[in-house]
């Protein structure tokens, strides 16, 4: 049975069916779908449109269907077109022809967008206390790395020593933006298209704001055309999941990189590795490596919603029925990866004498300017003579702390025997104590501030 056969004398095509049909997709929002109709019966009802018992009947019918969903004892049929058919074509069997009513004054437009909506309200603190989890595995190793020094790059040359700590909540706070993103959305999601109809509206005298709220939206739309073909909350969602997903890859990369024997800054634990099937000797880190790939996948979801939205005409197209898809797609991928990371995080373990034997006295080069800038002279003739303190480092092939007084003096008469004190790494750490610099202070400060944060959120 479709909903729609009446002025058809023949039947679908069974492969334009399959095409058609939206069912693999859709029947995730299975209880979505229920609820929105026990909404509507309710406010047809309030309408006038279902009498007392027939409220009654189309009330219990879809509880008994909502049932059979959440205890997965509800069986689909192959005449089930989508998730809308298939709740209708139950209903009818249960209460009979009264279930013909419970479609009065809707559409499956105004229907399914507030299923998705529905839907997406659901997931959005699932992603966020995924995410929320993570970020507390950051902080718990902030605060174990303690003293810590590694070395800090830009271009991926080594720059300047900074605390292992430092560097742990430099991810805390992109999944801080992610989550206040998430929760920034809330408000454009949790508006009502019910009762927007096909398009046009609907001609029953709903209360749309009490239908709104029976179903926990902020507010019904206000715009019938717009209601049933606006899309961008998709479009937002998709966007803050790639990228929350890109986050993910830019801190999964460095993983790759600082467990790989060159940096050999962190060993990951075997519960999070993975060998090769062919050298015994490997560990590999697959699990960082499939979120570094999952985001290019997270981009293409993405991509392909904005290409889907673009240049439709209005109002609904059923092109709009590509929107899902990605959604639950990116949804998965994101509750797939977050726990095996925040996993693989909590039991990695720090090598803190690799870290430190990959600094050298020429990432205190900054420092030895800065020496020079307090005696008074400016920065860029010091960035200068210190420039060449390294040159000569080189040179001599030693390091900028085995360079002799008189060198130094030679470059600048205002070098004295304290200098040797600029290439003690830790020194350069604590010099940096304004706000979010790495200076073990301004670091404790920082994580005190994240874990009120942290706490704060959880009441
Ligand atoms: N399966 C459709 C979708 O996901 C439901 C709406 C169908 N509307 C229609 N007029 N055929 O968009």
Same mark, same amino acid.
């Given at each position: ?112 967008? =507030? ?143 600082? =467990? ?200």
């Amino acid at each position: 049975m479709t909903l729609w056969g009446g002025r058809f004398t023949q039947t679908l095509n069974s492969l334009a069916w399959d095409l058609n049909s939206s069912l693999p997709v859709d029947q995730r929002m299975a209880v979505q779908d229920v609820d929105g109709s026990i909404a509507w019966a309710d406010a047809i009802h309030a309408a006038g449109i279902l009498s007392d018992e027939e409220h009654a009947s189309i009330s219990l019918g879809l509880a008994t269907v909502r049932k059979e969903f959440s205890s997965g004892q509800f069986s689909f049929v192959p005449s089930d077109e989508d998730i809308h058919t298939a709740v209708e074509r139950r209903l009818t069997e249960l209460i009979g022809a009264t279930a013909g009513k419970l479609h009065t004054g809707r559409s499956r437009n105004d229907q399914v967008a =507030t299923d998705f909506r529905l839907w997406m309200l659901g997931a959005i603190p699932a992603l966020d206390a995924a995410l929320k989890d993570l970020q507390s595995a950051l902080v718990e190793q902030a605060e174990k790395a303690g003293e810590t020094i590694m070395p800090g790059y830009t271009h991926l040359q080594r720059a300047q020593p900074i605390l292992l700590a430092h560097w742990w909540l430099s991810h805390y706070w992109p999944l801080k933006r992610d989550r206040s993103r998430l929760t920034d959305l809330i408000p454009r999601v949790s508006i009502l298209p019910l009762g927007s109809g096909a398009l046009a509206g609907t001609p029953i005298p709903v209360d749309r704001v009490a239908l709104a709220e029976s179903l926990g939206f902020a507010e019904p739309s206000q715009n019938s055309l717009d209601s049933v073909s606006d899309r961008d909350f998709a479009a937002e969602y998709l966007f803050c999941a790639t990228l929350t997903g890109i986050h993910l890859s830019k801190l999964a990369e460095q993983i790759v990189l600082y =467990t790989s024997a060159e940096f050999g800054f962190f060993e990951l634990s075997d519960a999070f590795s993975t060998g090769s099937s062919l050298m015994p000797q490997k560990k590999n880190p697959d699990v960082f490596e499939l979120t570094r790939g999952k985001a290019g996948t997270l981009i293409g979801m993405l991509t392909g919603l904005l290409a889907t939205l673009k240049g439709l005409p209005s109002t609904y197209d059923k092109d709009l029925q590509e929107d899902k898809a990605p959604v639950f797609a990116a949804t998965d991928t994101l509750l797939a990866i977050l726990p095996v990371i925040t996993g693989a995080l909590r039991t990695i373990s720090a090598k803190p004498e690799r870290m430190r034997a990959a600094i050298d006295s020429t990432m205190m080069a900054t420092d030895l300017a800065d020496y020079l800038v307090n005696k008074g002279i400016p920065f860029r003739e010091t960035h200068a003579i210190a420039g060449k303190a390294v040159r000569l480092a080189g040179e001599r092939k030693v390091g900028l702390e085995q360079i002799p007084l008189e060198a130094y003096q030679a470059l600048s008469p205002a070098f004295e025997a304290n200098v040797v004190q600029v290439f003690d790494p830790l020194k350069s750490v604590e010099k940096r104590n304004a706000i979010g610099g790495t200076s073990l202070q301004s670091v404790k400060n920082q994580i005190d501030r994240v874990k009120r944060l942290l706490s704060f959120e959880k009441s």
